[in-house]
């Protein structure tokens, strides 16, 4: 009865993690979610206040599918002094989350026959959207520390490669793509003729160094990529749902396009939120990564403590991507076994490294108290 494409299709592991932990909570158990990739913090006051007025104001019909001009015009100020690279508003579309702008690129990019390279470990929803495409996923599979090089990808390119699917800081590792290693993908795409999806949702969360878009490189690299950016983790709004995408023109009137005929705009009142974020203060920013990287740094020296734990110490994001290969056995073969006993046993929800393509590992979100991760971990350590 379905269609082949849907059952084929499989859900996000982290959202059914997360409604699993919903269940549990309600029925008494006591769990420590460490599953989603969501802030803990209340979206700034000044973003809520912005969306208030314009509900008051009765800023709440329809706007123009690609997002209101004040907002597209904001964004491409940001692109230009944070990231270096120019675009008009033309250039940029305003989307219900990144995640739909994702899908898009994909859409219009991909077609069957095509191939798309990813960097595994990998967040699980690029593959399924490029499935969606009709494309197929080429894993690249990276080893610890995780951080990607061009000579990854060369093993992977093909006569029928379309784009690489970039994403620095990455879900789940934490890694950032050194500026030289951009650089020399760069290179390799313009050389192969590829495109570049560049999803760079987590750079406002980076401990060390700059955050480098690659369609900074140059005017051939710009015109091959798409870079895909929202305000979820950086502005704590993950359910105002605003995402934007910028390219050249032609991509996006296609991306725009395709939005017209499945959701049209985004919420009217969460782009005047999202207005509010890019233009206003950026303080919250900056004590939520200070306290980001507070809770990094206590829960990687308690998790080395660990005897059968490999870990590597992000650089960006808020995640830790955990080896426990050394702990599985015959009655724990599997690291999605392993995680589902220590939430049986144990009240703490992980994520196995299996949503993420790379067994043997599992993802700790540390957007949370430091006195709930502090006793995750007791409850981990004791499990072991």
């Not at 700034?44 to 969306?51: F, Q, T």
């Not at 470990?121 to 499935?131: F, G, H, N, R, V």
């Amino acid at each position: 009865m379905l269609a082949q494409r849907i059952k084929n299709l499989k859900s996000s592991a982290t959202l059914e993690l997360a409604a699993k932990v919903r269940e549990l909570e309600k029925a008494g158990v006591s769990v420590i979610d460490l599953t989603l990739g969501e802030p803990d913090f209340c979206t700034p006051g000044n973003i809520r206040k912005a969306a208030i007025r314009s509900i008051k104001d009765g800023f709440t019909h329809y706007t123009l599918v690609a997002g209101i001009s004040e907002l597209r015009e904001a964004i491409a100020k940001k692109l230009l002094i944070e990231n270096k690279v120019s675009f008009t508003p033309q250039e940029i579309v305003v989307g219900v989350g990144s995640k739909q702008l994702l899908y898009h690129a994909f859409q219009v990019l991909c077609a069957p026959g095509d191939e798309v390279l990813i960097p595994i470990p990998t967040w699980s929803t690029y593959l399924e959207q490029i499935k969606l495409s009709g494309a197929t996923s080429v894993l690249v599979r990276l080893k610890p520390p995780f951080k990607l090089k061009a000579s990854d990808l060369l093993k992977g390119i093909s006569s029928k490669t379309k784009a690489i699917l970039l994403n620095s800081p990455s879900n789940p590792t934490g890694a950032v793509i050194e500026k030289e290693e951009l650089e020399k993908i760069a290179d390799l795409a313009i050389k192969k003729d590829i495109f570049v999806i560049s999803d760079e949702i987590y750079e406002k969360i980076l401990y060390t160094g700059k955050h480098y878009s690659i369609a900074s490189f140059g005017h051939d690299i710009k015109q091959r990529t798409i870079t895909i950016n929202g305000l979820s983790k950086a502005y704590a709004m993950t359910g105002w749902r605003v995402g934007y995408a910028a390219g050249q023109e032609e991509i996006i009137e296609s991306m725009v396009a395709l939005q017209s005929q499945t959701t049209s705009n985004t919420s009217s009142v969460s782009q005047m939120a999202a207005l509010a974020a890019i233009k206003g203060s950026q303080r919250p920013v900056l004590l939520m990564l200070k306290e980001f990287r507070k809770r990094r740094d206590f829960i990687f020296k308690i998790l080395s403590e660990i005897n059968g734990l490999s870990i590597s110490l992000p650089e960006g994001a808020f995640y830790l991507f955990v080896g426990i290969e050394k702990l599985l056995n015959k009655k724990y073969p599997t690291s999605a076994i392993w995680c589902t006993q220590l939430l049986k046993e144990k009240g703490v929800a992980l994520v196995p490294g299996e949503a993420f393509l790379y067994p043997g590992y599992f993802r700790l979100s540390f957007t949370n108290s430091i006195a709930n991760i502090s006793e995750a971990v007791n409850r981990i350590k004791s499990f072991v």
